[in-house]
């Protein structure tokens, strides 16, 4: 007898329809998956025999084919378990079905529990976009497949569980979510999205309160400029400076992301198994990969097509300490991502576009010893090794990043002396103002995507400010890219002081940020 039970797996960041066509025909007993299923779709054949056997069911002494459709994409993961059973159990009449037709999305274990599996909200949105109105899922994943509008999930703990479904085509009902939203696109982005909340949650996310670090007035400055831009920052200074400690500031900085945003937040958060997820992921990622990563961690890829690091700093930061140790095939895949926003993975007979809409915030040491430069303790490093360490990163990767900022050693006086400095909730309330300020420009996008005309007509440049710019990037010698970024930092700057035009004082302002003589000054700071 036939049976069809409809399903989903995991591709990149979207979910596919499958259809699990399960046949059991007399003949000699075998279990047969077809439809260019992974290796460990393969393996389902033994999962779902223990299940079956342990749960109570008879598994058929039969010929058992399963077609996996579409037979033409690969299917990856174990997703479908759940569904193989229940067509097991269908096509040897075992179990009768209920009226209503219902979807199924779980692993199995071989003593018959029901597995959550990454990826649960975006195939429970495919399933509600062909139409489907019921989805059975393992109960550990029922408030992750709740945010989709549409479609009633039922939670299961095991196989009996999900077979009682089937027959009634009920199961307990849970408690309406307290919000839910639409799922229309997975992997939507969005700049002018509003921050949900305000500038409520300042200083109490994870790691510390910005009235930490003391003594880096300039740090802290180019900081909340970055923050507020959305512009990539580079921090450069000797051990201890404080340059990780700012870095790790930045949670408590970030406002709430608003809901298209905190929804493409979420789908990536669920594909990459960042589970359990109960609700929409209001706080901007901050994603920090020690230096060994590999290009596939940081890209994507994979067997599974799996997202990579700055995908999954996808809406938030990504900080890369001691940059220049990340290997240089590493490095270079940054550029692309840093430009459009994306990046296309393809592998033999497969390919995806992962978003990668992530702000880089780095930080490096000057020269493998970390001394190059500093007037208090000589550089150990032989002769041109510093100069070789910071050409590891290169030219174009370096007009990518719009500040740099200098983390001179401060003096122990300045640590122990003096009050406090603003803290990240004073801070934090200054970037969220700053960004409400671009989000609600007809661009509708923060200073650092902005580019061509879009950044000139916001820039509201006069003949003085032009000729400012030009002599600017004749000093630095800029590249096209190099020049538009310094307007885009002036702009944020402008935004920070609450003015409607960019001044020449906003212009050298943002120049001294990309100045040369700034990236390895090491004067002490008292």
Known sequence: MLAIVP???????????????????????????????????????????????????????????????????????????????????????QVTPGPARLAL?????????????????????VLARRG????VVAAAATDEARLVEGIEVIGVETLTDAVAAIRTSRARRVPP???????????????????????????????????????????????????????GLLLIGPPGSGKTLLARTIPGLLPPLGDAAALAATVVASAAGEGPIAELRRRPPFRSPHHTISYAGMVGGGPNMSPGEITRADQGVLFLDELPEFGRDVLEALRQPLEEGRVAVSRVGRATVFPARFQLVAAMDPCPCGFA???????TCPV??????????????????????????????????????????????????????ALGRPSAALNGRLSGRALRETCVLDRGTERRIVALADLERASGRGTERLLRVARTIADLAGSFAVTEAHLDEAAWFRSADMRLAAAEVV
């Not at 393996?43 to 109570?56: D, H, K, S, T």
């Not at 430069?373 to 550089?379: D, L």
């Open 132 to 135: 489907l109105r019921r989805v």
């Open 177 to 231: 979510a307290p919000r839910r939203i639409e799922l229309v696109e997975a992997t939507a982005q969005s700049d002018g999205d509003p921050p949900a909340d305000g500038v409520a949650g300042f200083g109490r996310a994870s790691g510390p309160d910005l009235c930490e670090v003391r003594g880096q007035v300039e740090a802290r400055r180019g900081l909340e400029i970055a923050l507020a831009g959305g512009h």
């Open 105 to 125: 999305i779980g692993e199995l274990s071989l003593g018959g529990e029901v597995r959550s599996v990454p990826g649960v909200l975006p195939m429970v949105a």
């Open 7 to 93: 399903s989903a797996t995991l591709h990149g960041l979207e979910g596919r329809f499958i259809r699990v066509e399960v046949d059991v025909a007399p003949g000699l007993p075998g279990f047969t998956i077809v439809g260019l299923a992974d290796a460990a779709l393969q393996e389902a054949r033994e999962r779902v025999r223990g299940a079956l056997r342990n749960a109570g069911f008879v598994h058929p002494p039969r010929r058992i084919t399963v077609n996996l459709a579409p037979a033409d994409q690969r299917k990856a993961g174990a997703s479908l378990d759940l569904a193989m059973a229940v067509g097991i159990l269908l096509g040897s009449e």
């Open 384 to 437: 041109l090794v510093p100069d070789r360490y910071q050409r590891r990163i290169s030219g174009p990767l370096r007009d990518r990043i719009d500040l740099w900022i200098s983390m001179p050693r401060v003096a122990p006086l300045a640590l122990v002396r003096g009050p406090d400095p603003e803290g990240s909730a004073v801070v934090g309330a200054r970037i969220a103002a700053a960004r409400a300020i």
């Open 373 to 379: 430069g500093n007037s208090e303790r000589a550089c």
